[in-house]
């Protein structure tokens, strides 16, 4: 049987995000972030004053993760934001600090492990969207639905600096595109859950989309599939 799982994976600043959140409030299904989730753990090593230009090992992360607790809540407002350890982090979690360290991390073993259990635990209550890397590859590679979006990487550049606090001061066009493309050959190029579409995803290029175009899109998508 088929998950219940929308998933929607691709590269640093397709778009996912914004379109995931958004679907799953058009759909009124619950959403997770699964790249706020590697993002929390990178920022809460930081806060713990580990240096993660030496000390980004498994070793390190086994006892940090044992007094970390990650929690999706509905706020007030009906969105889902990520808690760690009680607290809404809010755009800290989107700092261009977070930023650099995040997919190194996100390339430790024990860290995807710790999250695979709990992302496979969220998905139990019903359907849901899952936005990330590696949801129709490792996570779910049952989901129900599988998107893979794209965008070229200046539209992906262009996009990331026109999102607030995100980059930092000074960047440009072409720094931003430096520093996406570093990453995309970190989580292309790692041994486990590496960044490549599902072989039955769907790939949705959104270089020349609006968002509401491609949120219609995948609702539809869904819909007719569901109906
Ligand atoms: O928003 P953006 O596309 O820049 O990135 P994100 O979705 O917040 O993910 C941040 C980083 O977490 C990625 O670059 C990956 O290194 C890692 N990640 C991952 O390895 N697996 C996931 N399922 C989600 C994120």
Do not use: H
């Amino acid at each position: 049987m088929s998950q219940q799982v929308i998933a929607i994976d691709g590269p640093a600043a397709s778009g996912k995000s914004t379109i995931a959140a958004l679907l799953a409030a058009k759909l009124r299904i619950p959403y997770i972030n699964t790249g706020n989730m590697y993002r929390a753990i990178t920022m809460y090593a930081l806060d713990s004053g580990i240096d993660l230009e030496t000390k980004c090992t498994n070793e390190v992360f086994a006892p940090l993760l044992d007094t970390l607790k990650l929690d999706y809540i509905q706020t007030a407002s009906g969105d889902y934001e990520l808690q760690v350890n009680g607290i809404l982090p809010g755009l800290k979690l989107r700092s261009p600090e977070v930023a650099a360290f995040v997919s190194p991390v996100a390339t430790l073993s024990f860290v995807r492990d710790w999250l695979k259990d709990l992302q496979r635990d969220s998905a139990k209550p019903g359907l849901i969207v899952m936005e990330g890397r590696d949801i129709g590859t490792v996570i779910f590679p049952d989901a129900a639905f599988k998107f893979f979006l794209t965008a070229t990487p200046e539209e992906r550049a262009r996009r990331r600096l026109a999102q607030d606090g995100e980059t930092f001061d000074g960047a440009t066009l072409e720094s931003v595109a430096r520093d996406i493309a570093e990453r995309d050959r970190i989580d292309s190029s790692r041994a486990i859950a590496p960044l490549k579409p599902a072989a039955d995803a769907e790939i949705v290029d959104t270089t020349q989309m609006t968002i509401n175009e491609v949120i219609d899109y995948l609702a539809r998508r869904v819909n007719n599939e569901c109906s």
